[in-house]
């Protein structure tokens, strides 16, 4: 009731604006309401936005998450901080995406985000990351944590949980929206740290991170897919959010156990599980964790991956903060300058601007 009354003041707002002082003036009210939508004043759907905007002749053409991923195609990012300043390797992680899927939507959710809700605005976000913005299929979109969880098994588990007495909130609600997004927009989520190198030939999979442990960091179901669901309910059934990995790779492995129990490869061949492809640990983790400084270290020969479609860097384990060094010929170096190139050319100008 309270909604209906908002939007029926919002409307004779913006027509009355509109009988007296036609385009100026209303596209100054719906200025102002956009305001006070983003930051959260006046909650409203999707659907009922842009309707304002039509009301309000806005120029620009709308654009929404629904309508860039409506094939369901898409691969997706999440950035669950506040934070704006993304470090290079989630910038290459994204633009190694953009290049490996050049005819999919590449998607970065960003908390710290603000409206993005016409073609303009998508072009401002664009512009904060010159290195991703010459590719045409990246897009950037606020995350809205309660209308993505909104119509899933996390809403409930979301209000009540108190983020204050959490330990490992940002994991946990990053866990979290990537079960609800895959869910809503089919695709491929990705975590920050994994490099592609080229596509993934399946469009339903889960993959191994070792023998026992199924990867949260690399998957891809279609929308609505069962088993997206199924991981919903494990996460919030089971949810101890003080155990780390328990929301995240714990999801998948007890989902994938109990319905396939210990599987065992014979190949880097991917076998089938839930009526999904699960992929051999090459395929993400040609290099296990126990051994991530490889990644930071310059070796003889390079290795090719010639069994793998994507790199897992293992930020989480980097306690040490190593970071890629322009000129330290590390594999990682490598690897920048193959697969995200430009992130790449941006450090080597870093480096020169400050020498
Ligand atoms: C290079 O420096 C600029 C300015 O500090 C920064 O915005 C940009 O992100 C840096 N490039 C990379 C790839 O980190
Ligand atoms: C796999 O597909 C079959 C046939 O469509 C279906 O009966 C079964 O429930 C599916 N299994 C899972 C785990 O979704």
Redesign the pocket.
């Known amino acids: 009731m309270l909604k209906q009354l908002k939007i029926l003041v919002i409307v004779l707002f913006v027509a009355a604006a509109g009988f007296f002082y036609r385009t100026v003036l209303i596209q100054h009210g719906v200025h102002i309401l956009r305001v006070l939508i983003s930051k959260g004043v006046l909650p409203m759907s999707d659907k009922d936005y842009h309707q304002i905007l039509r009301l309000g002749n806005v120029t620009s053409r709308t654009i929404s998450p629904s309508h860039v991923l409506q094939q369901g195609d898409g691969v997706l990012f999440v950035e669950t901080t506040d934070r704006m ?4 390797l989630v ?1 290459c992680s994204i633009e190694s995406a953009a290049r490996a899927y050049p005819d999919r939507p590449v998607v970065f959710f960003m908390k710290g985000l603000d409206d993005v809700v016409t073609e303009d605005d998508e072009e401002k976000a664009r512009q904060r990351f ?2 991703l913005s010459p590719y045409k299929n990246v897009y950037f979109f606020p995350l809205r944590l309660q209308e993505l969880f909104t119509d899933t098994p996390f809403l409930a588990w979301y209000k009540k949980i108190d983020p204050s007495r959490e330990i490992h909130w940002t994991h946990v609600k990053s866990d979290a929206c990537r079960f609800a997004m895959i869910w809503k927009y089919g695709g491929i989520y990705m975590d920050t740290d994994v490099i592609s190198i080229r596509p993934i030939p399946e469009d339903n999979f889960l993959a191994a991170q070792s023998d026992t442990i199924t990867s949260s960091a690399v998957f891809g179901l279609s929308r609505r897919h069962p088993l997206s669901w199924e991981f919903m309910e494990n996460f919030v059934e089971n949810y101890r959010g003080h155990v780390w990995g328990h929301q995240g790779p714990g999801v998948f492995t007890r989902v994938v156990y109990k319905y396939c129990g210990r599987l065992r490869f014979t190949s880097v061949d991917h076998l089938k599980c839930a009526n999904v492809s699960y992929f051999h640990n090459e395929r993400f983790y040609p290099i296990a964790y126990p051994s991530w400084r490889k990644y930071f270290e310059v070796w003889k020969d390079l290795p090719t991956f010639s069994n793998s479609y994507a790199l897992h860097l293992w930020n989480y384990m980097n306690k040490e903060r190593k970071f890629m060094m322009v000129g330290s010929n590390a594999l990682l170096e490598h690897l920048y300058q193959q697969y995200c190139p430009r ?2 050319g ?2 080597v ?2 480096v020169t ?1 400050h020498h």
């Open positions: 300043e993304e470090p290079a910038l010159p290195t992130t790449y941006s450090l100008q870093n601007a």
